[in-house]
């Protein structure tokens, strides 16, 4: 090349200065698991179908979210969202309302149609589901996704088991539940109704079942000792919401007594209300120490359900009760005072808990039944090879989430035995913690608030309490996740590298490092708005 | 007017980039085809704000003028760090000055494409435009006298002055743009008023308004989309247009390498550096206080400022830089408006 006067050397690029040489520290692109995530108890990638959510493809976002809870309708409906109270966004402004879109996504999906991908594998293994509640149901979709011809026998007329005879219809419409149960059908899995299984190895043996998922639930309502004349009318709280299922629905009178202070007790007061009655929920304890969640109790005190707290029923007679105050003892124990009063009632309704029907397990070898519930292992099966066991019938929460959950997870073991194998859950990734992420690059945006049915017709109607968010909302709702711990694309790292050492991929591939060229100043990291890049020592 | 839905975008425009808003209204810096203009490889510190704000300001340019752009550039660390003869990390066309006489040179490359154009040799893909681009110490001092002729005259002309506010190249002297209170190689943290003197202070910004040039804008590297859109904006006009970036300098500051957004963006929070536009002598529009916070807040994570914060805390000093950026606050409108 012919040079000026006075150049000697051929102009060059810095490129061929390697700075990346400099580096003591590496910047690493990871995953982590978000706090939602971690708390689902079905085991949902809530910031995963939130990413699609996203961008309005609400079908994709909910065949992700189906992937681990094929009852988004259902969950949109009475899971108690435990995932809100673990959000990061709850420390900006309030958490995502992750239940109400996953409501929307769930009803979006019946509206539009869609159904699950048919099933294109089969191992030739046999698998015995009982109880078609949703745990039962749970294990019947994934072991049916994963190859295996699933029987469900459920003695009851309907699918969906406590769900359809305890949760009432003005919280859970019996269109949707059906909807959901029907698409888990579709998928050919076969369904016995009105069939109940008496003994689970004769069963087994005479429907050549290689495996068995025992989701029986707990449909005995607790009693407790009331000394009562003889026309007093005591009924349990499982048997009046369950003949609302019916035909025949339950006489119970104008001033019910609800004797509790659990969520089913708050379920048939609020139906009793609907009947027309006047309930009072008597509780022996007082509003925070309620195992009734508070925002239901909310519900039904504006519903005009009326409560006395510290008090206990000391008898109940013809057309009364007579009831004792308690105070709290210092270690919040309710103990008598011996001062009492008594309250007109035509009916007391005892919503204190339910037991486990274990019938179906007499006899079977290697069973442990402790406290009336079947312990199993923590691949979910009991004692005895072969018979798994999830839901209520178990020791953990009684809810429907915790039941999905345990229908998953026994549906992976289950697949894993019948191949001899073992099931190794993936290693969890470690949890996007608030600390790691960098608020500032977020919208301000509140929560958006679901809809309220008008409180005549809650007082008088079944109709569903809660609405759900239109598109707008629900758009603007997902778009309020933080993403915590998982690469949203947002380009900060590409952008904010002083020296280009980032390297974008193109939508949807995420970034790589150009190690060549980045001094590792750190940079990227701090301005990751969602804690996806952590800073690694170089080693030397 | 029909009603339009409400959209909200998640990040909005705080971020880079963000997937949900459609290309074109996307960042310069977050497309895969951005020029790059100061490429891998400069010899700048880890973390350095200058090589940040120049990348984010040229390659803003270089859209804004369909890549038609010619660049002057001072003595300093950008200059420096980016070519060490006969390597050079940019990728357009660029000249090196003197320390002082940037504007100068640039005014002079702007009159010879005035020239070519007269006679029928202007560019074949639309106006060749000119910027020049120098630190504090060229634009504020030695270079201030022919920046101000080169107002003077509206020659058409960008100047962009990334301000790290003290000479770094040649080890951290106090520049009349370094802060009061300050420490610098110059200023040392001794005697009885510690650190840079409370002086008059020299804001270049508000004696280019003086000139009545028709655009003139502060910016920082904390706020990408703001800085992108003066640039653009900057290139609309004809004439002498001043652009001031905020570009802290993790050396001279001594903050950590990871911190030089987070430095930027607490200078503009707490209202001591005043992010704003103006247009013929008169701001237009000023780019509000999201979150406000305390002077200390900004000078505490920098070594620079750590006597102020010793044993016994200098609290006269601190409350008089912090009335400082109080009168910036209502001088330019900053007040928090309750969120974006
Ligand atoms: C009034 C009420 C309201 C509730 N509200 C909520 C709520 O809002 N949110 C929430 O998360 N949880 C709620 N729960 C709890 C929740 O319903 C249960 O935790 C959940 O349904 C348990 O699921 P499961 O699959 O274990 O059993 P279940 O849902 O009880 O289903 C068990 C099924 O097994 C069948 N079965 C029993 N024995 C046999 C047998 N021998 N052979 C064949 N079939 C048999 C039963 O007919 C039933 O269909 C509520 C419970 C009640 C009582
Ligand atoms: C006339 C002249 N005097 C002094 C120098 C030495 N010199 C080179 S860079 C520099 C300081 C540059 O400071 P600034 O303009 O603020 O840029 P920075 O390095 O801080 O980015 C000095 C004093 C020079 N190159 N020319
Ligand atoms: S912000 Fe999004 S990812 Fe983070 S906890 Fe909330 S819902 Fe989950
Ligand atoms: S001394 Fe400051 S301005 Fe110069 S290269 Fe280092 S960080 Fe950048
Ligand atoms: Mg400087």
Not at chain 1, 164 to 185: S, T
Not at chain 1, 380 to 407: K, L, Q, S, W, Y
Not at chain 2, 51 to 71: E, S, V
């Amino acid at each position: 090349m012919e040079k000026p006067f006075a150049i000697t050397l051929n102009p060059g690029s810095s490129l061929a200065n390697h700075t990346g040489s400099w580096r003591t520290e590496r910047p690493v692109y990871v995953d982590r698991l978000p706090p939602c995530n971690q708390q689902c108890p079905a085991g949902e990638d809530i910031q995963g179908w939130l990413f699609h959510a996203e961008s309005g493809d609400y079908e994709t976002a909910w065949r992700h979210l189906t992937r681990d809870n094929p009852f988004p309708a259902i969950m949109g409906r009475v899971c108690y969202h435990t995932c809100e109270g673990a959000c990061n966004r709850g420390k900006i402004d309030s958490p995502v309302g992750i239940n109400s879109v996953e409501r929307f996504l769930g009803d979006e999906a019946l509206k539009q149609g869609w159904t699950f991908a048919p099933v294109s594998v089969n191992s030739g293994k046999r698998v015995l589901v009982v109880g078609a509640g949703p745990s039962g149901m749970s294990a019947a979709y994934h072991l049916r996704r994963l190859g295996h011809h699933v029987t469900v026998q459920d003695a009851g007329p309907f699918l969906g088991g406590m769900m359809r005879f305890g949760i009432p219809k003005y919280r859970l419409p019996r269109d949707v539940l059906e909807a959901e149960m029907q698409r888990i059908v579709a998928l050919g899995v076969e369904v016995k109704l009105n069939s109940r299984v008496d003994n689970i190895l004769e069963s087994m043996k005479t429907g050549k079942f290689d495996a068995a998922f025992l989701a029986v639930g707990a449909h005995i309502g607790k009693r407790a000792y009331i000394p009562a004349g003889d026309t007093a009318r005591i009924v349990d709280a499982i048997s009046v919401l369950r003949s609302m299922e019916g035909e025949e629905k339950p006489m119970l009178g104008r001033r019910v007594i609800v004797y509790g202070g659990g969520n089913t007790a708050i379920d048939v007061a609020r139906t009793a209300k609907r009947m027309g009655a006047d309930p009072i929920i008597v509780y022996r304890r007082n509003r925070e120490k309620a195992p009734a969640h508070d925002f239901e109790i909310e519900e039904a005190l504006q519903e005009g359900v009326m409560v006395k707290w510290l008090s206990t029923i000391k008898q109940a007679g013809e057309s009364s009760i007579t009831i004792e105050k308690m105070v709290l003892d210092d270690k919040g124990f309710p103990q008598p005072t011996g001062e009492f009063e008594t309250m007109e009632a035509d009916s007391v309704v005892l919503a204190l808990g339910q037991d486990v029907d274990l019938g179906l397990l007499d006899g079977v070898p290697g069973l442990e039944v402790a406290d009336g519930v079947v312990k199993v292992a923590p691949n979910m099966m009991t004692g005895h090879p072969g018979i798994f066991a999830g839901g209520d019938m178990v020791p953990a929460e009684r809810n429907v989430t915790v039941a999905i959950g345990h229908g998953k997870k026994a549906a992976r073991h289950i697949d894993a035995w019948l191949r001899s194998a073992t099931h190794e859950a993936p290693k969890k990734h470690e949890v996007a913690t608030f600390e790691r992420l960098n608020t500032w690059y977020y919208s301000d945006a509140p929560k958006t608030v679901q809809p309220m049915l008008d409180i005549i017709r809650r007082q008088s109607t079944f109709d569903e309490v809660q609405g759900g968010l239109d598109e707008t909302n629900a758009l603007f709702e997902a778009r309020r996740c933080l993403s915590c711990g998982n690469c949203f694309e947002c380009d900060n790292c590409y952008g904010v590298c002083p020296d280009n050492a980032v390297i974008k991929l193109g939508a949807g591939k995420r970034f790589e490092f150009n190690y060549d060229y980045c001094k590792g100043c750190g940079i990227c990291a701090a301005e990751c708005p969602c804690g996806a890049i952590v800073m690694e020592p170089e080693k030397l | 007017m029909s009603m339009q839905p409400v959209k909200f975008y998640q990040t909005g425009t705080f971020t880079v980039g963000n997937r949900l808003l459609a290309p074109e209204d996307r960042s310069v810096q977050s497309n895969m085809e951005r020029t790059n203009s100061l490429n891998s490889g400069h010899r700048a510190c880890q973390g350095c704000g200058e090589a940040l704000g120049a990348r984010y300001a040229i390659d803003a340019a270089m859209k804004a003028t369909n890549r038609q752009l010619i660049a002057a550039n001072a003595t300093g660390c950008l200059e420096v760090f980016s070519t060490p003869y006969p390597e050079s990390s940019w990728q357009i066309p660029w000249i090196h000055s003197l320390f002082g006489n940037t504007a100068a040179v640039a005014t002079g490359i702007a009159a010879a494409i005035k020239v070519k154009k007269g006679k029928g040799q202007g560019g074949q893909h639309g106006d060749i435009r000119v910027v020049a681009q120098g630190g504090d110490g060229g634009t504020t001092d030695i270079g201030f006298g022919c920046l101000s002729g080169m107002f003077e005259r509206n020659d058409d002309v960008l100047y962009i002055c990334y301000d790290n506010e003290a000479y770094m190249n040649t080890g951290v002297q106090r520049s009349s743009a370094t802060p009061p209170a300050a420490r610098t190689a110059t200023t040392m943290p001794v005697g009885e008023h510690p650190g840079n003197n409370f002086g008059q202070g020299k804001f270049v910004p508000a004696i280019a308004m003086a000139h009545g040039i028709p655009y003139v804008a502060t910016a920082t590297v904390a706020d990408l989309r703001d800085l992108e859109h003066k640039v653009t904006k900057a290139m609309s006009f004809r004439g002498a247009r001043y652009l001031h970036i905020l570009v802290p300098c993790p050396l001279g500051w001594g903050t950590a390498s990871h911190d030089t957004i987070r430095m930027a963006r607490l200078a503009k929070e707490t209202g001591l550096f005043p992010v704003f536009e103006a247009e013929y002598g008169e701001v237009v529009s000023s780019l509000p206080i999201r979150h406000r916070l305390p002077v200390e807040e900004y000078l505490r994570p920098q070594k620079r400022f750590a006597h102020l914060f010793g044993k016994t805390p200098a609290v006269a000093t601190i409350a008089r830089i912090q009335s400082m950026a109080d009168k910036n606050i209502r001088k330019y409108g900053l007040r928090f408006t309750g969120g974006a």
